[in-house]
């Protein structure tokens, strides 16, 4: 019942508040738990804060180290999803020598296979309701993350409406 997010992220984005706000990019995730009950699966997350921590469902929270060694991974996470899915993807949640065009790019991230698995198993599986993807700053002499982010978006919709 209700409605949960899955968010594909470097960066969990749990703090209750940073530079005197409560609504900015490193607390998004927290207003969206409060907002859903707690029903926010993060994947592909490699960057935290300590004060986040207290924030953190391990059963809900995919690190990118962990994911690399459970095969398991994407049926997990989609476990923890209720039947009404919104789906948010930061594209730094990619590794950055794949995705260098985001304002924080972290190493080791996930491929787009990765991505692309749970993405489908989620669309498969759950009604998603709405999605986004955030975080690509052009670089005019690498186009290629322009397109990987166009053709992300291009695979989400055919995998909802197939």
């Not at 995730?29 to 993060?42: I, L, P």
């Not at 975080?135 to 990987?148: I, V």
């Amino acid at each position: 019942p209700g409605l949960s997010v899955l968010h594909l992220d470097a960066h969990s984005d749990r703090r209750d508040r940073y530079e005197g706000s409560r609504f900015n990019h490193a607390c998004v995730m927290a207003r969206a738990q409060e907002t859903v009950d707690g029903r926010v699966v993060s994947a592909g997350i490699r960057s935290m804060d300590a004060s986040e921590l207290p924030a953190v469902d391990p059963r809900r929270m995919f690190f990118a180290h962990r994911i690399r060694r459970d095969p398991d991974w994407v049926l997990k996470a989609v476990r923890q999803l209720t039947g009404d899915v919104y789906i948010t993807v930061d594209l730094d949640v990619f590794d950055s020598g794949l995705m260098p065009s985001t304002g924080t790019p972290e190493p080791g991230g996930l491929d787009w296979y990765q991505v692309t698995d749970l993405l489908r198993e989620t669309c498969a599986r759950k009604n998603v309701v709405g999605l986004d993807v955030v975080e690509l700053c052009p670089n005019k002499a690498n186009r290629a993350p322009d397109f990987l982010a166009a053709k992300l978006v291009f695979k989400m919709l055919s995998y909802k409406f197939r």
